[in-house]
């Protein structure tokens, strides 16, 4: 069911839903219509006909669908999302709280599931394994089987196709899969499999078993490919249980046979550097931190750093306004722990001691293949930016008891979604806290840390 916005439509006949009744709304409407070539109203290149809008207004529940179509409108690009079948990722921070509102969910959840399935389709053709994943996240706005089936007709035809031809290739014959291949193991594709939902179980246990026959086929043609292939199985979770263990066994198999430090890169990397950086005393630069001090100084003192415009001021507040109480049973909490993350997924840290004479020091490493960025705000309320490339370390020290940052991968978008908060306590110990982000092993923040093995 392809959503139209009515409100386009009032506002063109001068309609003010606000104070006129149906009754009246259709007579406008129905005067309109009578004028119009072929009995069709278009608006901004959008078609308007009699029956469609005439059904809208005669529904019992008129009044409130009205003023859910008015909180579509007052969204832009979430209008843009269901109208256009397009998504700006960049601004879907501005729309996705609409999920907790349960009714408007079950009322969008029709319209929503149409543009989803053809967004998606999109992303994976060519596949964009990263944006996929985020837009899987959106399945929140679907409330009902029937819904969440079409939603997901892309990607079952995407998958279906993938394994169709694993199951199609040899060892000899695999070279014309090649580029398909490459798309699953040069991109982070397993967050992507990692986000499809209870429903498509199935057809991902389908999709692990193909890929494992696959490699098995190969074993003797391309040991390096296996491994590879291998390196992204390993990466998903909640498969039926012998099939994850027989992954983990074959990995042990085909990581022996290229050697413990094989990389698909090691002819080109150069190498990484370890770089340590010292950022003695972030003045200003938290949310409860003193005013003293000039921007000028600040500026002089970080002048390598620059002014994000991608990162705005009211996206950043916004997420501390969400995050200042924080019930931390339901979030990740550690004490002086490595905390490994999933090197792609924008995290929102929370640093803080009861003790107000206390300050913050953290470390963030990089041990894994993409560069990141902290962004930080100054209490000139100006969001900058620290790079950490591959292999460098950069510790930040605050000087008060508080620090939050915004952390995300740097050739992404931060404000794609919300992030996931991290509550770090500092009420047990005050040592140095490490952030370690490798691209091998991952937090799953919402449930429990993975066991060692994984």
């Not at 199985?233 to 990581?255: A, G």
Request: aromatic residues 12%.
């Amino acid at each position: 069911m392809q959503y139209q916005s009515i409100i386009r439509l009032f506002n063109y006949c001068d309609i003010d839903c606000n104070t006129m009744d149906a009754g009246k709304i259709k007579k406008i409407l129905s005067a309109e219509f009578a004028i119009a070539p072929n009995g069709i109203v278009s608006v901004d290149n959008f078609d308007y006909t009699k029956n469609d809008i005439f059904l809208e207004l005669e529904g019992d529940d008129f009044e409130q669908r009205l003023r859910y179509h008015q909180l579509i409108w007052e969204h832009p690009y979430l209008l843009q999302c269901l109208e256009r079948n397009t998504v700006d990722f960049y601004n879907v921070y501005t729309w996705v709280k609409l999920q907790h509102d349960k009714q408007f969910v079950s009322f969008i959840s029709p319209y929503f599931a149409e543009s989803f399935d053809k967004i998606m389709r999109k992303l994976l053709n060519p596949a964009n394994f990263d944006d996929a994943g985020r837009w899987l996240r959106l399945l929140v706005f679907i409330d009902n089987p029937d819904d969440e089936d079409r939603a997901l007709s892309g990607i079952r035809i995407f998958i279906s196709e993938f394994i169709r031809l694993l199951k199609n290739s040899n060892d000899i014959t695999y070279h014309d899969i090649i580029p398909q291949l490459d798309g699953w193991i040069d991109q982070s594709s397993y967050l992507f499999i990692n986000e499809l939902p209870d429903s498509l179980y199935k057809l991902k246990d389908d999709l692990a078993r193909a890929m494992v026959n696959f490699t098995v086929k190969i074993q003797h043609a391309n040991k390096n490919l296996c491994y590879e292939i291998s390196s992204i199985l390993v990466r998903f979770y909640n498969l039926e249980p012998s099939l994850y263990e027989l992954i983990q066994d074959n990995h042990k198999i085909y990581k022996s046979k290229v050697g413990k430090d094989y990389s698909r890169q090691d002819s080109d990397s150069g190498g990484w550097k370890s770089i340590f950086i010292i950022i003695p005393v972030l003045i200003g630069i938290l949310r409860i931190c003193s005013h003293s001090g000039s921007s000028n100084s600040y500026n002089n003192t970080y002048s390598s750093f620059s002014e994000r415009k991608e990162i705005t001021l009211e996206y950043y507040e916004n997420l501390k306004e969400q995050f200042a109480v924080i019930d931390t049973s339901k979030y990740a909490g550690f004490i002086n722990k490595e905390m490994l993350l999933i090197h792609n997924m924008p995290y929102y840290m929370i640093f803080e001691s009861p003790n107000k004479k206390d300050s913050i020091c953290v470390n963030i490493v990089n041990n894994g293949s993409v560069p990141i960025t902290l962004y930080l705000e100054t209490s000139d309320e100006i969001i900058f930016d620290i790079g950490v490339t591959p292999g460098e370390k950069v510790s930040v020290k605050s000087s008060t008891n508080s620090l939050d940052m915004l952390l995300s991968n740097a050739g992404q978008s931060a404000m794609t979604l919300r992030p996931r908060p991290i509550y770090i306590s500092k009420e047990l110990d005050l040592e140095y806290h490490t952030i370690n982000l490798k691209e091998k092993r991952t937090l799953y923040l919402d449930d429990a840390v993975p066991d060692k093995e994984n």
